[in-house]
Nanobody, 123 residues
Framework: QVQLVESGGGLVQPGGSLRLSCAAS????????MGWYRQTPGKERELVAT???????YYADSVKGRFTISRDNAKNTVSLQMNSLNPGDTAVYYC?????????????????WGQGTQVTVSS
């Protein structure tokens, strides 16, 4: 069993900043890619940013230059620093991790998701 728990969501004014954090726990052997996604009701879940175990990052065009993703491999955590927020960033943000569990150390990685945390950008 692997669990991902997000924290840090909330209300923020346009132009403000917010930091999201996600901790993965449970029977984890290794984590490949970790990332953040977001979703608005009625829309498809959108990739925001990803980071590999070797710290190679990818950002969606909509957040590039404003958001920064980071991770701590030893602690199995990933964070998203969100700056210059605008109302278009309002969404539920989900943490994602591609995990190889201890029960299958040579088996395939599989995706796990957090429960989501609400981010609302409004004046």
């Amino acid at each position: 069993q692997v669990q991902l728990v997000e924290s840090g969501g909330g209300l923020v004014q346009p132009g403000g900043s917010l930091r999201l954090s996600c901790a993965a726990s449970g029977s984890i052997f290794s984590i490949n890619v970790m990332g953040w996604y977001r979703q608005t009701p009625g829309k498809e879940r959108e990739l925001v940013a990803t980071i590999t175990r070797d710290l190679v990052t990818y950002y969606a065009d909509s957040v590039k230059g404003r958001f920064t993703i980071s991770r701590d491999n030893a602690k199995n955590t990933v964070s998203l620093q969100m700056n210059s927020l605008n109302p278009g960033d309002t969404a539920v943000y989900y943490c994602n991790a591609n995990v190889r569990p201890k029960t299958s150390m040579t088996g395939p990685f599989r995706d796990y998701w957090g429960q989501g945390t609400q981010v609302t950008v409004s004046s």
